[in-house]
């Protein structure tokens, strides 16, 4: 079984800043890739930022600029600063990893997903 935890959201106003991380725990053997995706109300759920296990990094047209997506491969955790937030930016933050366990099976485990709510 693998877990992702996800932590850092909460209430900031527009302009502000918040730092979200996401932490796998248990029968992890490799992790190729780690991304932060979010869901608006309403909307379709869409990816923010992907992270390779060699740090090559992809970034949605919105985020451009303001988020920055990292990872701690000792850890395994994925981090995203997030600056200059928006009102739009309001969503739930869910982070996924692409992952080999210990028998070679490769799975797509999501985290259960943080609030980030940006006041105008």
């Known amino acids: 079984q693998v877990q992702l935890v996800e932590s850092g959201g909460g209430l900031v106003q527009a302009g502000g800043s918040l730092r979200l991380s996401c932490a796998a725990s248990?029968?992890?053997?490799?992790?190729?890739?780690m991304g932060w995706h979010r869901q608006a109300p309403g909307k379709q759920r869409e990816l923010v930022a992907a992270?390779?296990?060699?740090?090559?990094?992809t970034y949605a047209d919105s985020g451009k600029g303001r988020f920055t997506i990292s990872r701690d491969n000792a850890k395994n955790t994925v981090y995203l600063q997030m600056n200059s937030l928006k009102a739009e930016d309001t969503a739930v933050y869910y982070c996924?990893?692409?992952?080999?366990?210990?028998?070679?099976?490769?799975?797509?485990?999501w985290g259960q997903g943080t609030q980030v709510n940006v006041s105008s």
């Open positions: 248990g029968s992890i053997f490799s992790i190729n890739a």
């Open positions: 992270i390779t296990s060699g740090g090559w990094t």
């Open positions: 996924n990893a692409d992952l080999l366990d210990f028998y070679s099976r490769r799975y797509d485990y």
